[in-house]
């Protein structure tokens, strides 16, 4: 029945996948041009050479990484749309603790310190919606989303006011050579956060699938009531599924400014968070769904590119396609969701 059930729901991501490229392929026709050409210059640009499977799974692993973390939260009943600021609040976090002990502790340490630091800022951020949802029934949609506001404007401040270097960008200074993430493959953005991302991923499978804490936790978000009849503490789930979800988020900014920018640049995610959401629930909230489809999103992006060079098809058609697919699938999940919530 389980595994019938795993058949199921992939057949339902699959077709809005399949639905949404057929989509797109009518409205590549109507602007002119074939599909089949625009599609074939979108896997090329993609997959085409070393270099592009390495810039493209270079563009998956932020969007794993917010994936995950919706999808975690989620298996607890609660809806983490905060990712977004809680991923900003990690990479600032994890680049002023590696500026300001630059100097004090060797580099290898200093990774440690600054990565552990930015987690941390993460799960802080996180753990308020837990609370408040824990411990006053609050919306935890409403308290992430004005916290998204929180971080990001805060942020903001920082990287144009104190913490700005000279120049016109608003951005911080270069953080020391020796924590930046090594690159694996040279003239491409691929660095050693895919290692960290796969690590979290079968840390997370086996906290879920193969611990009591993470039945307990999963159990929270089958049947919150059944649960605390069992004697689970339901509120402590609650407040840690969100702190975890935090701390994932965070990685999603700690990995790109020490792996592409070596310091934190305003502006620096293209709403890798809000994105998150849909490639948590289109991965069905399992690690290994949720990096096929951030891999599947990073063919989009990079493939766009020469798509785009290649034919009369804007870049944009990608975001349709994505859109689309989000629609099919993220939609009908959220209402059901929203209705066992509702129910429990």
Known sequence: MK??????????????????????????????????????????GALGSPRSIANTISKSIPLAFTGLAVALSSRCGMLNIGAEGQLHAGAMASVFTALALSTVLPAPLLLLVSIFAGIFAGMLIGSIPGFFKAKLNTSEVIVAI????????????????????????AQTHVIPEGVWFPRLIGKTQLTGAVFLLIAVAIAMYIFLWKTSLGYQLRAVGANRSAAGTAGIKVNLFLIMSMVLSGGLAALAGITEVFGKYH???????????????????????????????????????????????????????VTVVQSLVILLVAAPELIKWNKNRKRG
């Open 3 to 44: 595994r019938l059930k795993n058949m199921n729901e992939l057949g339902k991501s699959l077709a809005a996948i399949g639905i949404a490229l057929i989509v797109g392929a009518v409205f590549i026709m109507l602007s002119g041009e074939s599909p089949i050409n625009a599609y074939g210059a979108l896997l090329r």
């Open 146 to 169: 004005m916290l998204n506001y929180i971080c990001t404007l805060f942020t903001s401040y920082l990287v144009n006011g104190p913490l700005k270097a000279p120049g016109s960008t």
């Open 263 to 317: 310091r934190y640049i305003e502006g620096f995610s293209p709403s890798f968070g809000f994105t998150g959401i849909a490639v948590a629930i289109l991965g069905r909230n399992h690690p290994a769904g949720v990096i096929l489809t951030a891999l599947l999103f990073g063919i989009m992006d990079m493939g766009s590119l020469r798509m785009s060079r290649v034919t009369d098809v804007s870049t944009n058609m």
